[in-house]
């Protein structure tokens, strides 16, 4: 369950960041660069289907009752976070999703034991 709650919490980070990085003025912000229109299109289309992934994942965790309540937390907590580190650490808060692999990797080597 654990697992689940983190997967879904890292889907609807890596979806609201990659929405964020859709739009041209957060994409100049962190890159300093214009992106092309295919570009723009890749990271909406990436960030629906995260969020659609943390709703899935979101319902394994805490049922589907509740997790769809929990889903729109995460949302709201993910873009908070986006929200914090974008103006001050825009490079930080793209590279950060590459930690997420690791800890989930650990989380299912500690639980599953």
């Given at each position: 369950m654990l697992a689940d709650?983190?997967?879904?919490?890292?889907?609807?980070?890596?979806?609201?960041?990659?929405?964020?990085?859709g739009l041209e003025?957060?994409?100049?912000?962190?890159?300093?660069t214009a992106p092309s229109t295919r570009l723009r299109r890749l990271f909406r289309v990436t960030g629906w289907i995260s969020l659609g992934l943390s709703g899935y994942f979101c319902g394994q965790a805490w049922?589907?009752?509740?997790?769809?309540?929990?889903?729109?937390?995460?949302?709201?907590?993910?873009?908070?976070?986006?929200l914090m580190l974008l103006p001050y650490r825009p490079r930080l808060a793209v590279w950060l999703p590459l930690g997420f692999v690791p800890v989930w990797a650990a989380m299912q080597a500690f639980l599953s034991a």
């Open positions: 709650y983190f997967l879904a919490w890292a889907f609807a980070y890596v979806g609201m960041l990659a929405l964020c990085q003025r957060h994409y100049k912000q962190v890159w300093h049922g589907w009752g509740m997790g769809a309540i929990g889903w729109f937390g995460l949302i709201s907590l993910s873009g908070f976070a986006l």
